[in-house]
C-alpha cells in the first residue's frame, strides 16, 4: 500500500524516521550498555579482529564507505571497503583475525553472497547488516545485524540505505565497548545522538516542497555533480547514484579534493553541482570545502549547498541553499542524505519516469 503517496519510493523517504528510530530500538541493555541481541560473536571473537573488510554493491556500499570513516575513528581498527564484485576475484588477503562485513539490503545479492562464502572457506569471520530476515546472505553468515527498516520496495534504495547507517555506527560503537577503546559514557553520548536522529530526518522531510520546486527546474538538465569531503563524500556518491538509476540523466560524485586532478574540467556555465557542507565543528574540512566550491563557481557553476543551518560563512558560495540540521559530522550523511533522496525522487515524476521500477533495474541482483 501506498498509503496516498504516488510512489513507494516517496512514501519509503518518509518513512525515514520511523525506520531509524526502529534500528535504533532495543539496542541499549539495562546496565545502559549497548547489546546486539543478533550479534553472534563472542567478546573473545571481536577482540581478536585485527582487520576489517566491508563489502557490498551500489548504495549499500556506500554506507559501507560512511562505515569506516566511523568505525576507523571510534575503534583504531583498519577498515577496507570494497565492492563485492571485486573482492571475490583479486585473491585477497584473509585470515581468521579479518572481520568481513557483508552490506546488504536484500540479503540475495549474487556478488556479495559469492564474497562472503570465499571469505568463509578462508577462516574469516562474517558479519551480516541486512533488512531481510531470512535471506541468504545473513542465513550463511556468522553473525547478523538487522536493520529493522520494515519492506522496501521501490527499486533504488532509500530507509534502506539509512538503516544501514545505523548498524554501521552499532557496530562501530559496539566494537569499541567490548575492546574498551571508548568510555561507557562517550558511547552513550553517540547513543544519545542517534537518538536524536529521526527528528533531524523529520526536520529535512518538513522543507520537503523547496526540493521539490528546485528539482522541477531541472527537468531539461543534462548532467549533475555531487561534491563531498568526508563522511560526505559516500553522500555525494548516493546522490548521483539516484540521479542516474531514477532520472536517467548522467551523474557524478566526487571527493572535492579530488577536482583539480581532472574532474574540474567538467566544469561549464550553468552545471549544478550539489555540494554537501561539512558541519562548522570541522573548520579544516569546512574550509577546504569552501575553497573547491569558489574553483567551480569562477567556471561558471550554480552551487546548491547542503549545509548545517547556522553555517553562515557559505551564504555567499550557494546559488541554492539547503539547510541541515545540526549533528556531528560522521552522522551527517544520516540527515544530508535526505534531500537528496527528494530530489531524485521529483526530478524522476517530473520527467514522467517510472520511479518505483527504473528502467533496467532489479531490486535484487541474484545473478553475478
Ligand atoms: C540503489 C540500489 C542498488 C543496491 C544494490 C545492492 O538504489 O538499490 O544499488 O543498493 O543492488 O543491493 P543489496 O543491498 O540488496 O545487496
Known amino acids: 500500500q501506498k498509503d496516498g503517496y504516488d510512489w513507494f519510493m516517496r512514501k519509503e523517504i518518509f518513512e525515514q524516521p520511523k525506520a531509524v528510530a526502529d534500528a535504533l530500538l532495543g539496542r541499549r541493555g539495562l546496565n545502559g550498555q549497548l547489546a546486539l541481541d543478533e550479534m553472534r560473536l563472542s567478546d573473545e571473537d571481536v577482540r581478536d579482529i585485527d582487520k576489517i573488510i566491508i563489502i557490498a554493491c551500489g548504495t549499500s556500499f556506500y554506507a559501507g564507505m560512511v562505515a569506516k570513516y566511523a568505525i576507523e575513528h571510534w575503534c583504531r581498527i583498519p577498515v577496507e571497503v570494497e565492492l563485492s564484485s571485486e573482492f571475490r576475484y583479486r585473491d585477497p588477503i584473509l585470515d581468521n583475525g579479518t572481520l568481513v562485513v557483508a552490506i546488504s539490503q536484500s540479503g540475495e545479492t549474487a556478488d556479495t553472497l559469492q564474497a562472503i562464502r570465499h571469505a568463509r572457506v578462508q577462516k574469516s569471520k562474517v558479519l551480516a547488516i541486512c533488512n531481510t530476515n531470512g535471506s541468504t546472505i545473513p542465513r550463511e553468515s556468522d553473525a547478523v545485524i538487522y536493520t529493522h527498516a520494515g519492506p522496501e520496495i521501490g527499486v533504488a534504495s532509500t530507509k534502506g540505505f539509512l538503516t544501514q547507517l545505523v548498524a554501521c555506527y552499532l557496530l562501530g560503537l559496539y566494537l569499541a565497548q567490548v575492546r574498551g577503546v571508548k568510555f561507557d559514557d562517550e558511547i552513550a553520548r553517540i547513543l544519545d545522538q542517534l537518538d536524536g536522529i529521526p527528528a533531524a530526518i523529520e526536520s529535512v522531510l518538513a522543507d520537503a516542497e523547496s526540493v521539490y520546486a528546485l528539482a522541477r527546474d531541472y527537468v531539461s538538465t543534462k548532467s ?26 548522467h551523474a557524478e560524485g566526487f571527493a572535492a579534493g579530488e577536482l583539480k586532478h581532472g574532474p574540474i574540467a567538467l566544469v561549464e556555465e550553468g552545471l549544478p553541482i550539489f555540494c554537501v557542507i561539512p558541519p562548522r565543528g570541522r573548520d579544516q574540512l569546512h574550509e577546504k570545502m569552501i575553497s573547491g566550491i569558489q574553483e567551480v563557481r569562477a567556471r561558471g557553476a550554480r552551487t546548491i549547498c547542503l549545509a548545517e543551518e547556522d553555517d553562515e560563512l557559505i551564504k555567499p558560495y550557494a546559488d541554492t541553499l539547503i539547510t541541515l540540521p545540526k549533528v556531528p559530522v560522521l552522522l551527517q550523511p544520516l540527515v544530508a542524505t535526505v534531500p537528496l533522496q527528494l530530489f531524485a525522487c521529483e526530478l524522476a515524476t517530473a520527467m514522467g519516469h517510472d520511479v518505483d521500477m527504473p528502467r533496467n533495474l532489479a531490486k535484487s541482483v541474484t545473478v553475478e
Request: no cysteine; glycine share 12%; proline share 4%.
Open 224 to 249: 549533475v555533480l555531487f561534491l563531498g569531503r568526508h563522511a560526505g563524500y559516500p553522500v555525494a556518491l548516493e546522490g548521483a547514484l539516484k540521479l542516474k538509476e531514477l532520472a536517467y540523466i
